[in-house]
């Protein structure tokens, strides 16, 4: 049985941590996750969702469609409405915060002991 592959964007200021909340980044770095191997493919600038305290659902939809050729997502936060417009392009996100790596790892564990439910 094959390894699933994954094409992860991870909101990150610096393409170390993740430390960026999904509606202020800036920045995702592309990494794709294949046989165990973490490897970094591009980085991707979009603009801000959120400014200023206000949510522009446009640009949302925009960042989303910038990322939807990924099977996931890694914020540090993100809220119910941008969850929800993610999960509805099929892609998968969570609120990992910390060095990359390290959320990638804990994010293949949790799918993993999820799948064992189905």
Same mark, same amino acid.
């Given at each position: 049985? $094959? ?7 991870? /909101? ?19 990494? /794709? !996750?294949?046989? $165990? *191997? !973490?490897?970094?493919? *591009? ?16 640009? !949302?939809? #925009?960042?989303? #469609? ?7 997502? !890694? ?11 993610? *999960? ?12 990359? /790596? #390290? ?7 949790? *799918? ?5 439910? #189905?």
């Amino acid at each position: 049985m $094959g390894e699933t592959e994954y094409k992860i964007a991870v /909101a990150s200021g610096d393409g170390i941590v993740v430390n960026s909340h999904f509606g202020r980044a800036k920045t995702f770095w592309i990494f /794709a !996750l294949k046989n $165990g *191997e !973490l490897k970094h493919l *591009e980085t991707r600038y979009v603009v801000p969702v959120c400014e200023m305290g206000t949510h522009d659902e446009a640009r !949302l939809k #925009e960042n989303v #469609e910038r990322l939807s050729d990924c099977t996931h997502i !890694l914020a540090a936060r993100i809220g119910d409405g941008a969850r929800a417009v993610i *999960e509805s392009y099929g892609i998968n996100v969570y609120e990992l915060p910390g060095i990359i /790596a #390290e959320s990638v790892d804990k994010m293949i564990r949790y *799918e993993m002991v999820n799948k064992l439910f #189905e």
